[in-house]
């Protein structure tokens, strides 16, 4: 059982019997009156974000969400496939259960399957992926302004701000959960 003290992003637990991941939370403690706690999650099964208000003192069971490492093999009109290596079993998800997780997967990539009650519901993908850069706009001469960034597209099709000397071709480490660049990879 998890407590509201408990309560970290990320921490997967079951509410109203669906299977939800702390976005965000914020307690408060008022002048008057009892603290409690206001909380952003995420429906894993549905996708859906909702706001929560908790009163201090209320506890939530531990989602029962069993996670496997597999390997993305490829998009197609079925969805995402992916395949457990030790087994060769084939999972595939849709669009919705992949969520934004879409942006960074690239063929051959280990990542983590998220199940509840048997089904997949989810992807974890590594904290940060290195993609190459497929479209940007070219530096031109004199612009230095400092911390001035420009778009660039990467080879999953995601758009990202990065600096002004990144090039068409240049390999970058992109962070999975904020969807930043971090900083040039080396070829």
């Excluded at 992949?98 to 990542?111: Q, S, T, Y």
Aim: include cysteine.
């Amino acid at each position: 059982m998890y407590q509201l003290s408990d309560f970290k992003k990320g921490l997967k637990l079951l509410y109203e019997g669906q299977p939800f991941s702390v976005t965000d939370f914020q307690h408060v403690k008022p002048g008057k009156g009892n603290q409690f706690t206001r909380c952003k999650m995420r429906n894993l099964i549905t996708g859906q974000n909702r706001e929560f208000t908790f009163k201090q003192g209320e506890k939530f069971e531990q989602a029962d969400i069993s996670t496997v490492e597999m390997q993305f093999l490829y998009k197609d009109d079925t969805g995402y496939n992916f395949m457990n290596q030790s087994n060769y079993e084939q999972v595939a998800l849709n669009e919705d259960d992949v969520a934004d997780a879409k942006n960074f997967l690239i063929e051959n990539m280990e990542c983590v399957i998220m199940f509840f009650n048997g089904k997949a519901i989810g992807v974890d993908c590594p904290n940060t992926v290195i993609l190459k850069v497929t479209k940007t706009d070219p530096n031109f001469k004199g612009n230095t302004v400092t911390g001035a960034t420009k778009p660039a597209t990467l080879e999953t099709g995601y758009t990202v701000n990065v600096p002004m000397h990144i090039n068409e071709g240049d390999l970058l480490k992109i962070d999975t959960r904020t969807g930043d660049y971090v900083e040039r990879a080396n070829k």
